[in-house]
């Protein structure tokens, strides 16, 4: 019989005694053996508040989430990113958690905005993101947005950085002159 023992910081010593024959089919054709770590120390609680759909991802895995979202981390410093591709949203950064700590993550508002231009055959990316031809209605979270405008048939393209505000109801543009 074999003994095996692991302990890594962290986390409650674990192990077990076993023999080869006492291991799964499986076990013996992965060649690897799972051991289920128990914290030594109480998990954080981050708390993802957004008046919108969005997509937590923290260390590969992903969460969905919406207003007040709970979710347990291990103490230790977290990379997250947070999508909201229906509200053009995106943002990563470094979250550090104590055992026990309740960390808030609150995303901007979104507003509803009509995005324009004349001539109006013009098709409009948002963010690098396609959109449609103007005029479209969309929804913005608060904040800086870049937005281009293509008009094909005058062979003309303008970039514009518009800071979208609560206030915010319209994004205009005119076609560059020649």
Known sequence: SYQLGLQL????????TFSLEELSQEQRAAGSLHFPLVSSAPPGILVVRAGYPVLVEIGGRAHDAAEGTEIELMPGEHEIRITAPEVFYSRTERVTLESEQRRELVMPPAVEITVGATPS???????GRPVDYVPVNLRLTV????FTFHWDTLGES???TEKIT???KRVFVAA???
């Open 9 to 16: 910081e962290g986390y409650e010593p674990t192990g077990f």
């Open 121 to 127: 055959n013009c098709r409009v990316e948002v963010d």
């Open 143 to 146: 904040g800086p947005h870049d």
């Open 158 to 160: 303008l970039r514009v």
């Open 166 to 168: 609560l206030s915010t």
């Open 176 to 178: 560059p002159e020649r």
